[in-house]
């Protein structure tokens, strides 16, 4: 299934989806995800101008659906996607290179704290500046920065770890190699989930 699309600065492009056991391609070429009930993403570069395909990249992670795509600047391919363990989503991205979709860079979140249910995410966009952002939906607490470091957000506004009974939705921004530069949580009782970023050039969001 395909999941998003984005145009390169030459007019070809980037295909994002996720295939279950084997797939066979145009070209005649096949990829194959080990397991009909698990998931892995696929990324494919076509010819803009006949479809042909230039390249197909497999990212190798057990159980990964596919999200979201966008590119920067110099045409860096970044792309979003969840795992799970268990009943817990964990939500990645990853950085690859435009010419050959290699992996350049990639990044998770952490599992949520003292939660077994709901950590999403559902949209990446890439800044003027290349920046990363990011929003999704979690259960709880949730750490948001991908490094060793811990920063956890909550709909409460605490910084550590503590429980809770809403679902909130969150926004984070980090520079290209992952570092977190803010994010926070939108939402207080119930149920609040985002789904879709817009990105305006006098660096508003929507």
């Known amino acids: 299934?395909?999941?998003?699309?984005?145009?390169?600065?030459?007019?070809?492009?980037?295909?994002?989806?996720?295939?279950?056991?084997?797939?066979?391609?145009?070209?005649?070429g096949t990829l194959t995800s080990g397991s009909t009930s698990s998931p892995k993403m696929v990324v494919l570069k076509l010819n803009g101008s006949t479809g042909a395909i230039i390249w197909k990249e497999l990212i190798d992670t057990t159980?990964?659906?596919?999200?979201?795509?966008?590119l920067d600047s110099n045409d860096n391919i970044y792309i979003a996607g969840e795992t799970a363990t268990g009943t817990v989503g964990v939500p990645h991205f990853f950085k690859l290179s435009y010419s050959d979709g290699s992996t350049l860079t990639s990044g998770s979140l952490g599992v949520e704290c003292g939660q077994s249910s709901i950590q999403e995410i559902r949209d990446l966009i890439v800044d003027e500046n290349d920046d990363i952002i990011?929003?999704?939906?979690?259960?709880?607490?949730?750490?948001?920065?991908p490094t060793a470091s811990t920063t956890y957000i909550n709909p409460e506004d605490y910084t550590t770890?503590?429980?809770?009974?809403?679902?909130?939705?969150?926004?984070?921004k980090y520079d290209?190699?992952?570092?977190?530069?803010?994010?926070?949580?939108?939402?207080?009782?119930?149920?609040?989930?985002?789904?879709?970023?817009?990105?305006?050039?006098?660096?508003?969001?929507?």
């Open 161 to 172: 770890c503590s429980s809770s009974s809403s679902i909130a939705t969150y926004v984070a």
């Open 1 to 28: 299934t395909v999941s998003d699309l984005a145009i390169g600065s030459d007019g070809h492009v980037i295909g994002l989806g996720q295939i279950y056991s084997t797939a066979t391609f145009s070209d005649s």
């Open 176 to 206: 290209s190699s992952f570092n977190l530069t803010w994010g926070f949580a939108v939402g207080n009782s119930g149920v609040d989930q985002g789904y879709q970023l817009a990105y305006e050039p006098t660096n508003n969001l929507i």
């Open 134 to 145: 990011i929003t999704g939906s979690f259960y709880g607490s949730m750490d948001i920065d």
């Open 63 to 70: 159980y990964l659906n596919a999200v979201a795509i966008d």
